[in-house]
Nanobody, 122 residues
Framework: QVQLVESGGGLVQAGGSLRLSCAASGRTIRSYTMGWLRQAPGKEREFVAAVIWNGISTNYAGSVKGRFTIARDNAKNTVWLQMDSLKPEDTAVYYC???????????????WGQGTQVTVSS
């Protein structure tokens, strides 16, 4: 069992930056694909970014590619999402998640954090 706790969310103006962190406990994330997903009010949860177990390969949703960067440190059991050039449409609850399968663009993950709110004002 993996427990995930997100932090770093908040209110930021359009064009600004935030860095989300995800701290894992219970077991090492070394063998898991780690992802960030988000859910805006009234919308379905959507894929944002994912990184494979060794950090070499990543996937990004088209809407965030070039603005967001996902990274991981297995030794620290931590995953980050650096979000730059934020837009009001990035406003959502952001979730950290883990799964034993490889990279993809879906929201099918085995373990989820509780989420952190990101609000981007125009």
């Amino acid at each position: 069992q993996v427990q995930l706790v997100e932090s770093g969310g908040g209110l930021v103006q359009a064009g600004g930056s935030l860095r989300l962190s995800c701290a894992a406990s219970g077991r090492t994330i070394r063998s898991y694909t780690m992802g960030w997903l988000r859910q805006a009010p009234g919308k379905e949860r959507e894929f944002v970014a994912a990184v494979i177990w060794n950090g070499i390969s990543t996937n990004y949703a088209g809407s965030v590619k070039g603005r967001f960067t996902i990274a991981r440190d297995n030794a620290k059991n931590t995953v980050w999402l650096q979000m730059d050039s934020l837009k009001p449409e990035d406003t959502a609850v952001y979730y950290c998640a883990a799964r034993s399968r490889g990279l993809n663009y879906d929201v099918k993950y085995d373990y989820w954090g509780q989420g952190t709110q990101v609000t981007v004002s125009s």
